[in-house]
Protein backbone atom coordinates (compact mmCIF):
# COMPACT_ATOMS: atom_id res chain seq x y z
CA UNK A 1 0.00 0.00 0.00
CA UNK A 2 1.71 3.18 -1.09
CA UNK A 3 2.31 5.53 1.32
CA UNK A 4 -0.31 8.60 1.08
CA UNK A 5 -2.92 5.75 0.85
CA UNK A 6 -1.60 4.56 4.64
CA UNK A 7 -2.07 8.22 5.94
CA UNK A 8 -5.39 8.10 4.28
CA UNK A 9 -6.90 5.27 5.74
CA UNK A 10 -5.26 6.26 9.11
CA UNK A 11 -6.91 9.14 8.90
CA UNK A 12 -10.38 8.14 8.03
CA UNK A 13 -9.98 5.65 11.20
CA UNK A 14 -9.44 8.35 13.06
CA UNK A 15 -12.43 10.68 12.08
CA UNK A 16 -15.52 9.13 14.55
CA UNK A 17 -12.54 10.03 17.63
CA UNK A 18 -11.99 13.35 15.97
CA UNK A 19 -15.25 13.93 15.40
CA UNK A 20 -16.65 12.83 19.29
CA UNK A 21 -13.89 15.17 20.33
CA UNK A 22 -14.89 18.14 18.41
CA UNK A 23 -18.93 17.54 20.13
CA UNK A 24 -17.48 17.72 23.46
CA UNK A 25 -15.79 20.63 22.72
CA UNK A 26 -18.17 22.30 20.92
CA UNK A 27 -20.85 21.26 24.42
CA UNK A 28 -18.49 22.65 26.61
CA UNK A 29 -18.04 26.36 24.67
CA UNK A 30 -21.85 26.44 24.02
CA UNK A 31 -22.80 28.00 27.16
CA UNK A 32 -20.20 30.90 26.60
CA UNK A 33 -21.06 31.17 22.66
CA UNK A 34 -24.98 31.29 24.45
CA UNK A 35 -23.77 34.26 26.14
CA UNK A 36 -21.70 36.24 23.82
CA UNK A 37 -24.84 35.63 21.27
CA UNK A 38 -26.95 36.75 24.45
CA UNK A 39 -24.41 40.16 25.12
CA UNK A 40 -23.67 40.91 21.77
CA UNK A 41 -25.05 44.37 21.67
CA UNK A 42 -23.95 45.34 25.34
CA UNK A 43 -20.05 43.97 24.10
CA UNK A 44 -20.50 46.26 21.09
CA UNK A 45 -21.85 49.00 23.19
CA UNK A 46 -19.16 48.59 26.16
CA UNK A 47 -16.63 48.29 23.25
CA UNK A 48 -17.86 51.76 21.60
CA UNK A 49 -17.68 53.13 24.93
CA UNK A 50 -13.94 52.11 25.50
CA UNK A 51 -12.84 53.38 21.92
CA UNK A 52 -14.52 56.91 22.53
CA UNK A 53 -13.51 57.19 25.49
CA UNK A 54 -9.69 56.57 24.47
CA UNK A 55 -10.05 58.55 21.69
CA UNK A 56 -11.12 61.34 23.98
CA UNK A 57 -8.43 61.00 25.80
CA UNK A 58 -5.93 60.85 22.99
CA UNK A 59 -7.67 64.20 21.28
CA UNK A 60 -7.19 65.96 24.22
CA UNK A 61 -4.33 64.54 26.16
CA UNK A 62 -1.95 63.53 23.34
CA UNK A 63 1.55 64.41 22.03
CA UNK A 64 -0.86 66.88 19.53
CA UNK A 65 -3.50 67.33 22.03
CA UNK A 66 -5.63 69.74 22.83
CA UNK A 67 -3.93 70.66 26.01
CA UNK A 68 -0.60 70.58 24.08
CA UNK A 69 -2.04 72.68 21.57
CA UNK A 70 -3.16 75.50 23.50
CA UNK A 71 -0.11 75.52 25.70
CA UNK A 72 1.64 76.53 22.08
CA UNK A 73 -0.95 78.64 21.07
CA UNK A 74 -0.04 80.66 24.27
CA UNK A 75 3.75 80.81 23.50
CA UNK A 76 2.81 82.07 19.96
CA UNK A 77 0.78 84.95 20.97
CA UNK A 78 3.81 85.24 23.87
CA UNK A 79 6.49 85.16 21.14
CA UNK A 80 4.30 87.09 18.87
CA UNK A 81 4.17 90.22 20.91
CA UNK A 82 7.31 90.20 22.18
CA UNK A 83 8.69 90.36 18.29
CA UNK A 84 6.59 93.74 17.78
CA UNK A 85 7.60 94.90 20.90
CA UNK A 86 11.39 94.36 19.44
CA UNK A 87 10.17 95.22 16.26
CA UNK A 88 9.39 98.74 17.55
CA UNK A 89 12.31 99.34 19.51
CA UNK A 90 14.26 98.82 16.42
CA UNK A 91 12.19 101.18 14.57
CA UNK A 92 13.19 103.63 17.26
CA UNK A 93 17.00 102.72 16.97
CA UNK A 94 16.46 102.78 13.34
CA UNK A 95 15.16 106.52 13.82
CA UNK A 96 17.68 107.61 16.04
CA UNK A 97 20.42 106.40 13.82
CA UNK A 98 19.02 107.87 10.56
CA UNK A 99 18.55 111.30 12.93
CA UNK A 100 22.13 111.40 13.98
CA UNK A 101 23.63 110.80 10.70
CA UNK A 102 20.98 113.58 8.80
CA UNK A 103 19.53 116.02 11.36
CA UNK A 104 21.88 118.50 12.56
CA UNK A 105 20.10 119.39 15.45
CA UNK A 106 19.94 116.35 16.80
CA UNK A 107 23.73 115.46 16.43
CA UNK A 108 24.28 118.94 18.29
CA UNK A 109 22.28 117.59 21.11
CA UNK A 110 23.88 114.53 21.67
CA UNK A 111 27.30 116.36 21.68
CA UNK A 112 25.92 118.75 24.18
CA UNK A 113 24.77 115.94 26.38
CA UNK A 114 26.89 113.05 26.40
CA UNK A 115 30.22 115.40 25.69
CA UNK A 116 29.01 118.79 27.70
CA UNK A 117 30.09 120.64 24.64
CA UNK A 118 28.55 123.98 25.39
CA UNK A 119 27.98 127.83 22.94
CA UNK A 120 30.07 130.70 23.43
CA UNK A 121 28.82 132.32 26.99
CA UNK A 122 27.22 129.12 28.01
CA UNK A 123 27.86 127.39 31.43
CA UNK A 124 27.89 123.38 31.69
CA UNK A 125 26.94 122.36 35.19
CA UNK A 126 27.57 118.60 35.56
CA UNK A 127 26.38 116.76 39.03
CA UNK A 128 28.41 114.64 40.68
CA UNK A 129 28.59 110.82 40.34
CA UNK A 130 26.47 109.14 43.17
CA UNK A 131 28.28 107.83 45.84
CA UNK A 132 28.38 103.68 45.94
CA UNK A 133 26.05 101.87 47.53
CA UNK A 134 26.85 100.70 50.80
CA UNK A 135 25.22 97.17 52.00
CA UNK A 136 25.58 96.98 55.79
CA UNK A 137 27.70 93.67 57.28
CA UNK A 138 25.63 91.20 59.29
CA UNK A 139 26.93 89.04 61.62
CA UNK A 140 26.80 86.41 59.38
CA UNK A 141 28.73 87.85 56.46
CA UNK A 142 31.22 88.96 59.31
CA UNK A 143 31.36 85.08 60.63
Given amino acids: ?12 DC ?3 AEVFGQRIKQRLRPASTWLYASRRRLATVGV ?7 FLHVMFGANGMVVYR ?3 ADYQTLRHEIDELQKENNHYTGQIKALQTDPKTIEKEARE ?10 VYVAPAPPPVQ ?3 TNAAQK
Avoid at 1 to 12: D, E, F, W, Y
Wanted: hydrophobic content about 45%; charged content about 15%.
Fill in 49 to 55: AAVTVWL
Fill in 114 to 123: QLHYARPGEV
Fill in 1 to 12: MPRAQRGLSALV
Fill in 135 to 137: IPA
Fill in 71 to 73: QKR
Fill in 15 to 17: APQ
